[in-house]
């Protein structure tokens, strides 16, 4: 079964500019996570879809990022425009249904890597 | 206080030695708890679901302390190939959904 993908894998950018992340989550997956992950420390959620509706987005940004999963499947999460301290490895995962407490054992992507300078 | 709270470490043992770690949560409406295992730079992996009756897998037991809402992992007979980094999850419900929270992890080194 193939896991969960994501590029692009490492992205240098400088601080303002935009950088866009993809994630392709298991086949049959509800719901959909991305997790920022600072050196260091665990992953925190940014936001949390089931299908393609949102279940949390307390901890995102939103005034510099945006995250969408049309059609419930593949997701993107966007960082514009981004600042030093968006350095981070941001981790995509998903679960079968988050609604399901059988359901919710999570897969991680590799992770796509963010450096700001 | 922080919703999961882990001793970031890190435990150094010898192989061979019993560890234990320890993860405290401040929501008593979590239904769900689980352990990964992260290794330097890859992504957070399952180790093991965390039951109410306690479970174990091999050389690991997880144990679950509903009253004192913590839950705890014990390593016995370390090797050289557990050296990474535990992380404690706690899913509590919220809105009708599981919202998994992680902690900051527990680094372990595992020495000859």
């Known amino acids: 079964e193939a896991g969960v993908a994501q590029s692009p894998r490492y992205k240098i950018i400088e601080k303002r500019q935009s950088v866009a992340f993809w994630c392709n989550p298991i086949?049959?997956?509800?719901?959909l996570y991305w997790y920022q992950q600072i050196l260091g420390q665990g992953p925190k959620l940014l936001i949390q879809?089931?299908?393609?509706?949102?279940?949390?987005d307390s901890q995102l940004p939103k005034d510099r990022f945006s995250a969408e999963r049309l059609k419930g499947v593949d997701s993107t999460l966007k960082i514009q425009p981004a600042k030093l301290e968006d350095s981070a490895v941001y981790l995509c995962?998903?679960?079968?249904?988050?609604?399901?407490?059988?359901?919710?054992?999570?897969?991680f992507g590799e992770g796509s890597w963010l450096t700001v300078v | 206080r922080k919703e999961v709270e882990q001793d970031p470490g890190p435990f150094n043992v010898p192989e061979g030695a019993t560890v234990a770690f320890n993860c405290t949560y401040s929501?008593?409406?979590?239904?769900?708890f689980f352990w990964y295992r992260q290794d330097c730079r890859k992504e957070p992996k399952l180790l093991m679901s965390?039951?109410?009756s306690g479970n174990e897998d091999g050389r690991f037991t997880a144990q679950l302390n509903r009253a004192s809402q913590y839950i705890s992992l014990l390593i016995r007979d370390s090797k050289l190939s557990d050296s990474a980094t535990y992380l404690c999850?706690?899913?509590?419900?919220?809105?009708?959904?599981?919202?998994?929270?992680f902690g900051r992890g527990t680094s372990l080194i595992v020495h000859p």
């Open positions: 879809f089931q299908n393609n509706g949102v279940v949390d």
């Open positions: 086949s049959g997956h509800a719901t």
């Open positions: 965390v039951y109410s």
């Open positions: 929501n008593s409406a979590s239904q769900s």
């Open positions: 999850v706690v899913n509590p419900l919220s809105g009708g959904s599981y919202i998994p929270t």
């Open positions: 995962a998903s679960s079968l249904d988050r609604q399901k407490l059988s359901g919710n054992t999570i897969y």
